[in-house]
């Protein structure tokens, strides 16, 4: 009897550990094919407005400057998390991007948006 409550107990709190784990994005994680292509997605849909840099020094519109992504000076905490939440959201001006990158495409970018801060976060805007 003491060994079957053991087992029960065992499997429940395996089930328990496996349903709470972390399941935001890597947090800086660059491994080269997500940053390659993380990369390539910031050139092609941020880099016209966040410059290709990532500091937001471009005109669009005649508004100057756009968020500067590299000083770790953030609207939200600059998590992974609150990044790929602003990228599927979007804010004004920035739009949304829900629908318009996969799943993927969305976890890359966060993933060289993190790249591009160097681990930086500072105060909030």
């Given at each position: 009897?003491l060994c079957?409550?053991?087992?029960?107990?065992?499997?429940?709190?395996?089930?328990?550990?496996?349903?709470?784990?972390?399941?935001?994005?890597?947090?800086?994680?660059?491994?080269?094919?997500?940053?390659?292509?993380?990369?390539?997605?910031?050139?092609?849909?941020?880099?016209?407005?966040h410059?290709?840099?990532?500091?937001?020094?471009?005109?669009?519109a005649?508004?100057?400057?756009?968020?500067?992504?590299?000083?770790?000076?953030?609207?939200s905490?600059?998590?992974?998390?609150?990044?790929?939440?602003?990228?599927?959201?979007?804010?004004?001006?920035?739009?949304?991007?829900?629908?318009?990158?996969?799943?993927?495409?969305?976890?890359?970018?966060?993933?060289?948006?993190?790249?591009?801060?160097?681990?930086?976060?500072g105060?909030?805007r």
């Amino acid at each position: 009897m003491l060994c079957r409550n053991l087992l029960v107990l065992f499997v429940v709190s395996a089930l328990l550990v496996i349903g709470c784990r972390d399941r935001r994005l890597p947090e800086g994680d660059a491994r080269g094919g997500d940053l390659a292509a993380g990369r390539r997605i910031f050139e092609r849909k941020c880099a016209r407005c966040h410059s290709p840099r990532g500091d937001g020094k471009t005109v669009v519109a005649g508004r100057f400057p756009y968020a500067n992504l590299i000083d770790g000076v953030w609207r939200s905490d600059g998590s992974a998390e609150a990044i790929e939440k602003q990228i599927r959201r979007g804010h004004d001006p920035m739009p949304s991007f829900q629908g318009k990158l996969t799943d993927e495409e969305i976890r890359q970018t966060v993933v060289y948006v993190l790249e591009l801060t160097g681990g930086k976060r500072g105060p909030r805007r």
